[in-house]
């Protein structure tokens, strides 16, 4: 009854790989592989300056930027402080001793009140777009006066209080007239305000509607941490704004903006991905370095537009050359420079999910038979499976998300306790089976791959949960049951005696503190908010990237896997071994973790795995002729 039992166990498993692996190639690696073009995106600011640099037009130096990769400028929305000379901003009490004719004419016929603020254009356009924006943001009744040539907004507040406000006044469209005529596109960054909850849709409308003028607008972006709506519970509103506009919202990596998931699926996941070097971090880098991170993020984080700041001196030549070369290193790395290239509508199918889930119950219910609970598999089995149906369609994106969990836990513990036993082997039989370990738990990320293959995972709208989880877990199993086999006893009870009072030594103490230490360093570094790499990591990580074309993981490569050969080779005697144990099952969950990264493309992720177990075998195979040669050279010392 057992061995049919685990004989059907087996068979789900294997319909759940088919199943996942239908998903991973279709959903995952057919539009990857179309999924390659990326703008090179500067700001309008910059590009003055070059231009004033240089004593030529802003278009011409856009059009010569352009035949070196740029295809795109940013324009941040200008607040009422950063009109400069489209309009005059005024506290009412410096207004008041203003020498202007046109002040002149209004201080002859109104009151200037000094706790007001006074914007004054000769521009009719200007005017009218900074009305608009205006009445659409405040929630006060503004005053215009129009004068002989020009106008005059009288705001019934503060000056100081109006520009901390940071109101965006709308966009210049004279400046983006010239971004058309240099056959660029143009992205917008959207100020936020205060007061949204006041707004009518119609004074959202206000806002966004200029957007549809703009010609060649390839993304919108939001400049602050709540998009304009979110707290107010008006995002349905903003999100139909914006896609009048047929542009793409831009989520910016490492900027966390409070509504933009929700935003994100509004517009039917209509995103791309935006790299950028913050401001505070460009001292730190040099345009080789600079270059080298805007690759990566294109090619192993699915960024499709790179914001790129200008380097010193601020020459035309010198953009020419960064941008140039950054295109060449894009290119290399298959990617090409164009309008960034969009996710498109990626199904998900209830019936396949349906069918990798079961497969990893099936591996669940074996690594529990594997644990001594093999009485309960087909209950246990019977139940998970109902359970999994109803919460996949009660609650499908948290039913795959627990599952791809639970697949990323089941496969490495599983794969560790059945390759690795108290007998050596041979280094041809340790490698072996350290490769078919390393693929059966590769197992557990296919399953991850196809229960989270859609576009909200792949454009990092919604991720992978419980990273620090699938780290621990596996450890705390696989290590409980080694001690457990390695302690000396005929029954747990007299295991558990015999533990418990042994004396401590101080070896073992230093031993374990060593490795306590050592496994909160490593949950540390893992998920999003790990602690900081120094800039040697960085450094031997780029050295790597250049050498492979995909760097693997240092845990798995330059420890883990090593650890797992030796420990193969040499058999789990005893709980002196731990440490190497330790050690391998990092690997195996480091392993099937890099493919938690769904925003990485997949094929990435077969490479560093690849790569990760090759140099992995390699140092190992180093590791154990370095102990043979240094044992026998220890007998024949001790021996004479």
Avoid: C
């Avoid at 039992?5 to 759940?16: A, E, F, P, R, S």
């Avoid at 640099?53 to 352009?66: I, Y």
């Avoid at 949204?196 to 200029?210: Q, R, Y």
């Avoid at 602690?531 to 995909?550: F, H, K, N, P, Y």
């Amino acid at each position: 009854m057992a061995k049919k039992i685990n004989i059907l166990l087996v068979v789900t498993v294997i319909v759940g790989i088919l199943a996942a692996a239908h998903l991973a190639f279709w959903n995952r690696y057919q539009v990857e592989k179309d999924f390659k073009q990326t703008e090179i995106v500067m700001t309008y600011q910059d590009i003055e300056e070059i231009s004033a640099w240089e004593s030529m037009s802003t278009t011409e130096a856009m059009q010569r930027l352009e035949e070196y990769g740029l295809t795109t400028v940013l324009f941040k929305e200008p607040t009422v402080e950063d009109l400069g000379d489209q309009g005059m901003a005024f506290p009412g009490a410096e207004l008041k001793w203003f020498d202007n004719p046109q002040i002149t004419q209004f201080k002859s016929i109104n009151e200037i009140d000094s706790n007001y603020t006074y914007l004054l254009f000769e521009d009719e356009n200007t005017y009218k777009r900074v009305k608009s924006q205006l009445e659409a943001k405040l929630d006060l009744a503004l005053n215009i006066h129009h004068l002989t040539d020009a106008y005059l907004i009288e705001i019934p507040l503060a000056y100081n209080i109006l520009i901390g406000k940071d109101i965006g006044v709308g966009f210049d469209t004279n400046n983006i007239q010239q971004v058309e005529k240099a056959g660029l596109n143009t992205m917008v960054q959207v100020r936020s305000w205060s007061g949204v909850s006041k707004s009518t849709p119609e004074d959202l409308e206000a806002v966004f509607n200029p957007l549809n003028n703009i010609p060649n607008l390839s993304a919108i972006l939001f400049n602050d941490q709540n998009v304009p709506g979110y707290k107010e519970g008006l995002l349905p509103v903003t999100a139909e704004q914006i896609r009048e506009t047929g542009a793409a919202v831009a989520k910016v990596e490492f900027l966390p903006q409070m509504g933009l998931t929700n935003m994100g699926l509004l517009l039917d996941k209509n995103i791309i991905r935006l790299h950028s070097i913050p401001e505070d971090e460009m001292g730190r880098y040099t345009p080789g370095p600079a270059i080298d991170r805007y690759a990566l993020a294109a090619a192993e984080r699915n960024h499709r537009a790179l914001l790129v700041r200008t380097f010193a001196p601020i020459s035309l030549e010198s953009q020419q050359l960064y941008l140039g070369n950054l295109k060449a290193e894009l290119e290399k790395e298959g990617l090409k420079v164009g309008d960034a290239s969009k996710l498109p509508a990626i199904p998900v199918s209830k019936a396949v999910n349906l069918l990798i889930g079961i497969g990893v119950i099936g591996g669940g219910v074996l690594l529990l038979n594997r644990l001594g609970f093999s009485r309960w598999a087909l209950p246990i089995f019977a139940v998970s499976v109902v359970a999994w149906t109803g919460l996949l369609y009660l609650q499908p994106v948290l039913a795959r998300k627990v599952m791809a969990l639970a697949s990323v836990i089941v496969f490495p513990t599983l794969s560790i306790l059945i390759f690795t036993d108290s007998k050596g082997a041979s280094l041809g039989q340790a490698i072996k089976r350290l490769v078919a370990m390393s693929f059966l738990s590769l197992v557990g990320a296919l399953f991850m791959v196809g229960l989270l293959a859609d576009a909200s995972f792949m454009l990092k709208l919604d991720q992978f949960a419980g990273v620090k989880l699938a780290h621990v877990v596996p450890l705390g199993i696989v290590g409980a049951v080694f001690i457990y086999q390695g302690e000396t006893g005929k029954d747990l009870k007299e295991k558990i005696s015999n533990m418990m009072n042994r004396p401590i030594l101080w070896g073992y103490a230093l031993l374990a503190g060593l490795l306590l230490l050592a496994v909160a360093i490593y949950v540390s570094r893992t998920g999003n908010d790990g602690v900081a790499v120094s800039q040697i990591e960085l450094q031997v990580r780029t050295m790597l990237d250049q050498l492979l074309g995909v760097r693997p993981r240092t845990k798995e490569f330059l420890l883990g896997h090593p650890a797992m050969l030796v420990l193969l080779y040499f058999g789990y005697r005893n709980n002196s071994f731990l440490p190497l144990l330790i050690l391998g099952v990092i690997a195996q969950v480091s392993l099937v973790n890099t493919f938690a990264h769904i925003h990485t493309p997949l094929l990435v992720s077969i490479i560093r795995f690849g790569n990760g177990l090759w140099l992995g075998i390699l140092l190992g195979i180093v590791a154990i002729l370095v102990y043979k040669v240094a044992e026998r050279g220890m007998r024949r010392y001790l021996h004479g």
